[in-house]
């Protein structure tokens, strides 16, 4: 193998591939990223097993082949080489040299022979989304995946396309993410995408309007970015069915600013953190919202204007699940939609349709 | 005790005195800050016992008074109060309420009577310095302190004044770092530091021209930057005569590119990390610098154009000691002199005659 490039491009496709390799593996193989030079391209993949990013970029090939460098280390050379042309070449001896400007590194490089097959997928039904629509709702979803592996199915986000919409969906037993968003697209698709791939997709994804298209199979979905391709072995198992939870009916209605609501959980949270309990205590009435913490370290006491219809209610939650629906959300008004204090609360934008979320209260016993 | 203020100056002055708060007590009352409403004045005072920081805080002062609250929780809880009027004020049963808009937190305190008292320092002979040189100073040469106590003298920056001169020097008995400047006084000043204490203290300084007063006595060094005092236990014991340990000639003299060599070296350090030896090699001949390091990773070669007078020379270091003195010079050409292969290599600037650095070098076997 023989190639030599611009560092910059050579730097961003590492950097890219790199993200499948966890450096978790008992495997010195999946601590490499497959490098081959070919027809003037350079295709460079990393891969746990479970998730293989396959990336790009433009060489200029002296001499095809191929090898398996140390992820880490041929991406921190390549970094810390000077913004110029650089030379990479096998040598005798199981070796490449990198060469720019006056820097020259010897690194020894493994089989690529034992590197993992990636799986093929065959790209003829697809379905694309907008890159930035993806990233955004990958971002409102995957916060509300489990992260223990007790029920492993809900590590990851379910991906539902039926009836012209497409749901993404997270739970873990005290909480769920849904987000919805019509799409122009007839087909179904029913699948769970581990939380972890989910999460390096949504690093690589930009904030353009450029379409990602997916592929799905049987056991494996493809992202397909033109340049990058991301694989991903699904989940197996029954994902819970999620519309059964979520409530159609309240008692009670409050339509409050974002920003104002996840201000004051914030701050009463303070004194809520010993024992980590965490617990606020939500007081509706009059259309004002009380939210108070008291423990050992001291007491806070919030006071909020809001819009209510229906009935006051005392009602109280582990802040934290508050805090993480709030940070996502990104309209200014909000609605609550509660039933009784030991009922999950939905929380909605005002405006848009386009997600739900649901935080099961902490039964708590006083005022 | 009962004031109001402008939530940002307090926040300010919390920040400012918190810095002492190390949080590894097993005193309580050290993981608290002391706060004295007086005068229309707040004095907010830190302490881990060997080092105090006190700043004040203008107040509108109702009642006068003085608590100790625990440093982390109040300053979390002023930090996200509006940016608006924050009251302060005592309640029965030990506590202070803090509102702020419609916010209001209750908190503990503990007793004033139990804070550590702050040494009385006379300030009437002071040294005063620009606080960016003294900044510039103490990053110089803070590095270069020993980091285990073995011998606790070494953990600090010597700090001495004669014959009009200023010099801040640290060493670790791999390394040393003096940085020197001229000074406008003629006192004597000879004491050691801690290096804990000038870290926090170089946080504080700001880069202006305005002067911070230092103050000696016996055991203590005061900074005083105006509103804020900084006040540490200065290190008992005698400094090592590092006068003795910086040779005055060399066989070789190197002119080099600060930034090139920098870079050079921190390439070669990645093939150098192997078993923490991080060995890089140096050959000096022909005005040719050849760095060069070898491990089981791999092989790395680097050339660099130089400027040499003297004899010829391979010599081996830790790259750690050489970046850390490479990364806060700022001359754009240094100069390095070697006497041999294992004798120290002193650093300086080409052109400023202010600074010394002397790193030891590693011997090896073979080429």
Redesign the interface.
């Known amino acids: 193998m023989n190639f030599t490039c611009e560092k910059t491009s050579l730097q961003e496709a590492i950097s890219t591939a790199q993200k499948a390799v966890t450096g978790k593996s008992t495997m010195n193989i999946l601590e490499g990223i497959l490098l081959i030079a070919k027809d003037n391209e350079l295709t460079i993949i990393g891969s746990d097993i479970d998730l293989s990013i396959e990336t790009k970029a433009k060489v200029n090939v002296i001499e095809a082949g191929s090898v398996v460098l140390?992820s880490k280390?041929f991406g921190?050379?390549i970094r810390?080489?000077?913004n110029s042309e650089v030379i990479v070449k096998t040598l005798e001896n199981n070796?490449v040299e990198i060469i720019c400007e006056?820097?020259?590194?010897?690194?020894?490089y493994m089989n690529p022979d034992e590197f993992p097959n990636i799986p093929n997928i065959d790209e003829t039904i697809l379905f694309g989304i907008s890159q930035r629509l993806l990233k955004n709702m990958i971002r409102s979803t995957i916060f509300a995946t489990a992260q223990d592996e007790i029920r492993p199915i809900l590590t990851g986000v379910k991906f539902e396309v039926s009836n012209k919409k497409l749901n993404l969906v997270a739970l873990d037993g005290l909480r769920l993410a849904l987000r919805n968003e019509e799409v122009d697209n007839n087909i179904s698709i029913n699948a769970v995408i581990p939380g972890k791939t989910l999460s390096e997709v949504s690093k690589i994804l930009e904030d353009t309007d450029e379409n990602v298209n997916i592929t799905f199979t049987q056991n494996h979905i493809l992202f397909n970015l033109g340049e990058t391709k991301i694989i991903s072995r699904l989940l197996e198992g029954e994902f819970i069915n999620y519309n059964s939870i979520i409530p159609d009916e309240y008692n009670l209605k409050v339509v409050v600013k974002r920003n104002e609501l996840f201000?004051?959980i914030?701050?009463a949270s303070?004194?809520a953190k010993e024992g980590n309990t965490n617990l606020v205590k939500l007081s509706i009435k009059d259309d004002l919202l009380i939210i108070t913490s008291d423990s050992q370290?001291?007491?806070?006491?919030?006071?909020?204007n809001v819009i209510m219809q229906g009935e006051p209610l005392k009602i109280a939650f582990n802040a934290k699940f508050l805090i993480d629906v709030l940070k996502i959300m990104d309209e200014e008004e909000i609605v609550l939609e509660l039933t009784s204090s030991v009922s999950p609360c939905v929380v909605k934008n005002k405006d848009k349709n386009n997600c739900t979320y649901l935080v099961l209260p902490v039964r708590f016993v006083g005022n």
Chains 1, 2 share one sequence.
């Not at 006056?102 to 020894?108: E, P, Q, T």
């Not at 370290?297 to 006071?303: C, D, I, P, Y």
Request: aromatic content about 0%; overall charge neutral.
């Open positions: 140390d280390l921190e050379i810390k080489m000077p070796s006056k820097s020259n590194a010897i690194l020894k201000d004051c914030e701050r303070l004194m370290l001291g007491k806070a006491r919030e006071e909020l």
